[in-house]
Structures are given as structure tokens and as C-alpha cells.
């Protein structure tokens, strides 16, 4: 089973060792969206929403499931975040959330950007449920990743951006 870093020459899984590799800046940025109904669009824009201000609990949210993501993900590194940040876009039929994630250490940032994403993704669902529970959530992506051996990547259509 070659090419697959997350298995052994038996096919067993495990954890790539990286104590070799350089310590480098790295920082990843990913976004979500999630969509719904015009009015819950407006009562989170407005701040409406019964639960409190749903854009900073998601923040909180996206920041605190970087910092956990190894304990989600399996055979993820645990790593020290330098940096998270949760920006958010409203549209009139929903939010798109882009959260960065920055480190300086031996492997990359890119789940902690997308579990940070998807858990502020998650939580405007949670806050907002009450005015839509058909809300969708998608487009979970990597935007970007910058520094590591492999260098730097941008999706296609965000180049230039």
C-alpha cells in the first residue's frame, strides 16, 4: 500500500511521524455555507434570535473545535495554534462562514480550518433551528494552505483573490 501516509506496509492505520520535518509557518483557510430561509437569514442579521447573537457563539464555536480537532479527527497531530479567526458573510439566504486557522510546527493547519468551520457552521444551525429546521449545510472546502514541504495551494477559482 504505497502513497497512503496513513497506513503502515501492513495496511494497518497510524499516525505519519513527522518529528523530521521542519517547523515552518503554516496557516489554512476554509468556508461553508450554510442556507435557509429568508426570515432566519434576517433574524440572524438582525440579531433576532432568541438564543442570543448567533454570530459570536459560532465564532466561539469554530475557535474552540480548532483547538479540539485532534481529539475529533483520528490520527490528526495535535498541534499549537498561533492563530484561528471565524469570519462570516451574510446572504439573504443564509451565512457563509471562512474560518483561518495559523500554526508554526511540523505539519499543517487545514483540518483545523475546516473542523472550525464546519462547528460554526453547526452551531448557526443549532441557534437558528427554531425559525428553520430545513436549513442546509455544504460546500465544507480548502480555500488555501500556505507554507509545509508541499508549499502553497489555492483552490482554482480563488486564485487571485
Do not use: N
Not at 131 to 137: E, V
Not at 140 to 150: F, I, P, T, W
Request: aromatic content about 2%; charged content about 20%; overall charge neutral.
Amino acid at each position: 500500500m504505497t502513497g497512503l501516509t496513513h497506513l503502515d506496509e501492513d495496511g494497518a492505520a497510524r499516525m505519519v511521524d513527522v518529528s523530521a520535518k521542519a517547523v515552518t509557518a503554516r496557516e489554512a483557510v476554509a468556508a461553508g455555507r450554510i442556507t435557509m430561509a429568508a426570515d432566519a437569514a434576517q433574524a440572524i442579521a438582525a440579531g433576532l434570535i432568541k438564543k442570543g447573537d448567533v454570530l459570536a457563539v459560532a465564532r466561539v464555536a469554530g475557535i474552540m473545535a480548532a483547538k479540539r480537532t485532534a481529539e475529533l479527527i483520528p490520527l490528526c497531530h495535535p498541534i499549537p495554534l498561533s492563530a484561528v479567526t471565524i469570519d462570516f458573510a451574510l446572504h439573504d439566504d443564509g451565512v457563509t462562514v471562512t474560518a483561518t486557522a495559523r500554526t508554526a510546527g511540523q505539519t499543517g493547519v487545514e483540518m483545523e480550518a475546516l473542523t472550525a468551520a464546519t462547528a460554526a457552521l453547526l452551531t448557526v444551525y443549532d441557534m437558528a433551528k427554531a425559525l428553520d429546521k430545513g436549513m442546509i449545510i455544504g460546500d465544507v472546502r480548502l480555500l488555501a494552505k500556505r507554507g509545509g514541504k508541499s508549499g502553497d495551494w489555492t483552490a482554482p477559482e480563488h486564485a487571485g483573490r
